[in-house]
């Protein structure tokens, strides 16, 4: 399962710098023992019906969102070059 940009925009985490000279990404990856994988409190992979998860699903699907998390970071932050002159 991968994440919409929406959702992505919404979990990220990125703040100014402490003194607002640019800005910080944090991703927060998180490798559960049964196999389920999660950024930034996205779940990335599911459960099958035997009730476990397919990790190379998940470490691919994180790789895949951290990508475009990283992207999306790109966007605001040029977006903030252009507003500062």
Do not use: C, H
């Not at 919409?4 to 925009?9: D, G, H, N, P």
């Not at 992207?71 to 002159?85: D, L, M, P, T, V």
């Amino acid at each position: 399962m991968g994440a919409s940009l929406e959702r992505i925009r919404e979990s990220m985490n990125a703040k100014p710098t402490p003194k607002d000279k640019g800005l910080v990404l944090e991703l927060r990856l998180v490798a559960y023992d049964n196999g389920l994988i999660e950024l930034d409190g996205i779940p990335i992979n599911v459960k099958d019906k035997s009730g476990s998860a397919d990790a190379a699903q998940g470490w691919l699907g994180a790789a895949s969102v951290a990508l475009e998390t990283i992207n999306e970071f790109r966007r605001q932050f040029n977006a903030r070059q252009k507003q500062s002159g």
